[in-house]
C-alpha cells in the first residue's frame, strides 16, 4: 500500500510540476521575439529570403573574405543599414508586419527579403 501511496505523491508532483513550468515558458516566449540567422557570404545572402513575426530579430554573420553591408532598399516599411564588413555581425528588429527588400551596395546582385508576417 505505501508503494501506491508513493507513486500517486509522485505523479501529482509531476503533473503540478509540468504544469507550472508550461505556463512560464508561454509566458517567456510572447515577452521575447525569435533571432533569426542570415549567413553573409561572398556574393550571396543565405538563406536570401527569411519568414518572421513581428518583434523578431534577424542577424546577418558575415562570413566573407569581400566587404559586404545589408542595406534596406527603397519600399521597405522601415529603413535599415549595417556597417561595410568582412566579418561581425549586425542585428535587425523588426516590429512592422510587411517586405523587406534589402541589398550588398556595393554589389547590387545581392538581395535578400524579410518577410513579417503578423
Not at 516566449?29 to 527569411?50: I, N, S
Not at 543599414?81 to 546582385?109: I, N
Amino acid at each position: 500500500m505505501r508503494n501506491t501511496t508513493k507513486l500517486a505523491a509522485m505523479a501529482t508532483s509531476a503533473l503540478l510540476l509540468t504544469a507550472g513550468c508550461s505556463s512560464g515558458d508561454v509566458r517567456a516566449g510572447a515577452a521575447t521575439g525569435t533571432t533569426v540567422q542570415v549567413r553573409v557570404l561572398d556574393m550571396k545572402f543565405d538563406p536570401a529570403v527569411v519568414t518572421i513575426s513581428p518583434g523578431d530579430t534577424v542577424e546577418w554573420v558575415w562570413e566573407a573574405s569581400l566587404p559586404h553591408d545589408v542595406a534596406s532598399m527603397g519600399g521597405a516599411p522601415v529603413a535599415f543599414a549595417s556597417e561595410l564588413q568582412t566579418s561581425g555581425t549586425y542585428a535587425q528588429t523588426f516590429e512592422t508586419a510587411g517586405v523587406y527588400d534589402y541589398t550588398c551596395t556595393p554589389h547590387p546582385q545581392m538581395t535578400g527579403q524579410v518577410i513579417v508576417e503578423g
